[in-house]
C-alpha cells in the first residue's frame, strides 16, 4: 500500500467510525478506480492542481472522506483538515 493509499485508509476509517450522517453519499466516491482517474498525471483536474496550487501549507475545508488530502499528504509540508 503507498503512503497516499494508507492515508486515504486512514481518513476512510475515521470518517466511518464519526457515523457521519452523509457517509454514504461520500462512499460511493471512494472508489480507487475513480479517484486514481481524477489524480492521472493527464487528467486535467490534477494539471490544475499542480499548476495554481502552492502545497506548503494546506487547509481543506469540507474535506469529506479525505479522499484528495490523501493525494496531496506526500506532497504537501502541512495538511490541516477542518469540518
Same mark, same amino acid.
Given at each position: 500500500?503507498? /503512503? !497516499? #493509499?494508507? *492515508?486515504?485508509?486512514?481518513?476512510? #476509517?475515521?470518517? &466511518?467510525? =464519526?457515523?457521519?450522517?452523509? $457517509?454514504? $453519499?461520500? +462512499?460511493? $466516491? +471512494?472508489? !480507487? /478506480?475513480?479517484? *486514481?482517474? =481524477?489524480?492521472? !498525471?493527464?487528467?486535467? =483536474? &490534477?494539471?490544475?492542481?499542480? &499548476?495554481?496550487?502552492?502545497? #506548503?501549507?494546506?487547509?481543506e475545508i469540507a474535506s @469529506?472522506?479525505?479522499?484528495?488530502? *490523501?493525494?496531496?499528504? @506526500? #506532497? ?5 483538515e477542518k469540518g
Amino acid at each position: 500500500m503507498t /503512503e !497516499p #493509499d494508507a *492515508a486515504h485508509e486512514a481518513i476512510v #476509517d475515521t470518517w &466511518r467510525s =464519526f457515523g457521519a450522517s452523509d $457517509y454514504e $453519499y461520500f +462512499e460511493k $466516491y +471512494e472508489n !480507487p /478506480e475513480l479517484v *486514481a482517474w =481524477f489524480w492521472a !498525471p493527464a487528467s486535467r =483536474f &490534477r494539471k490544475a492542481f499542480e &499548476r495554481y496550487l502552492n502545497l #506548503d501549507d494546506v487547509l481543506e475545508i469540507a474535506s @469529506g472522506a479525505g479522499r484528495h488530502s *490523501a493525494q496531496i499528504v @506526500g #506532497d504537501a509540508l502541512t495538511v490541516v483538515e477542518k469540518g
